[in-house]
């Protein structure tokens, strides 16, 4: 699969599209943002909120429907789908959605959650023993989805971008995990997560300015930068944290002494994702009942995880013959 180089013009190559579309996103969350704040306890009032659980208890064939598409803006599915990506669509757009997947969730949510410490609904039978505001899933999905529909330049996906990310806000809301503010908030936040992220990784300057640091450099920073990080008061901070160093360490060993490309055969691909992705739920979920649940020790689960993804399981592919090196 092959993608075009990223530039500034993130929705089309036409200038005037590209200005129309860049008013119309800039306009739609400036009009959030105003929503919010002129509406901040109405739209975090149980009263607004209530009605929309309602309709899933009324109607419980819509539950079923609800919890699948959350589950599209969860960090469990971006993994298990970034991953398959990276072994078998396009290696950068799995590598950078594993890297900008944890960030956008630490940064738009769970940074803020634990500085405005809201509480979620009141529903029964539902639990969360997390803080509310912004909504995580709608921040990650209008970061993740988002950020696949401006490399991709797809019409037909960016309409379904477009119509998941306020799918898995409401979906939040009726399931009785989020007030609708808390979902505003996630739209906003990750608007702006997104734009702060492409306009930095377009800077002119920017990618020459990272190949000119040394290997065993950049191996200190992309694991000793999150690691120190890990240790801020933030609940999934470790976890995430390690996600994107983990990510960023395989990347880097991968370019260095690895090198592989995704084509395949269908058997292939298959193969890539029945042996690839067991190992993901063994370190993340597996080794917690094992290893105590120290901080650093989440960081290195995780990490191993999604550097499994960039770098031990291509190599296993190669060596069992389902993928080639770029040299061969």
Known sequence: MQLQPLTRNFFSSSPHKERLWRWVCLGITAVLTILLV????????????????????????????????????????????????HWSVHKGLGFWGLILMPLSILVTSEIPKDITRLPRPDIRGVAVPTYTFPSGH??????????????LKNTKFWILALALMPLVGLSRVVLGYHFPGDVVGGLVAGVLFLALCFWFVT?????????????????????????????????????????????????????????????????QHALRGALGLPPLALFIVGLAYIVPGASWLIFLRYGLATFWITYWAPQVFIRLGWMERVES
């Open 203 to 267: 800077v002119p300057g920017h990618s020459e300015l990272v190949h000119g640091i040394p290997f065993w450099l950049q191996a200190v920073l992309v694991t000793g930068i999150p690691f120190a990080a890990s240790f801020l008061p933030v609940k999934l901070g470790p976890g995430l944290l390690g996600y994107v160093a983990g990510a960023a360490l395989g990347h880097l060993f991968e370019q260095r002494c690895l090198g592989f490309h995704t084509d395949g055969s269908n058997r």
């Open 38 to 85: 002129l509406f901040w306890y109405p739209l975090r009032s149980p009263e607004l909120t209530y009605p929309y659980v309602a309709v899933a208890i009324r109607h419980g064939y819509l539950t079923p429907l609800f919890r699948f598409i959350t589950m599209l803006g969860s960090e469990g599915f971006f993994l298990v789908a970034l991953s398959v990506i």
């Open 138 to 151: 709608t921040s990650g999905a209008v970061s993740v989805w988002g950020y696949a529909a401006i490399v």
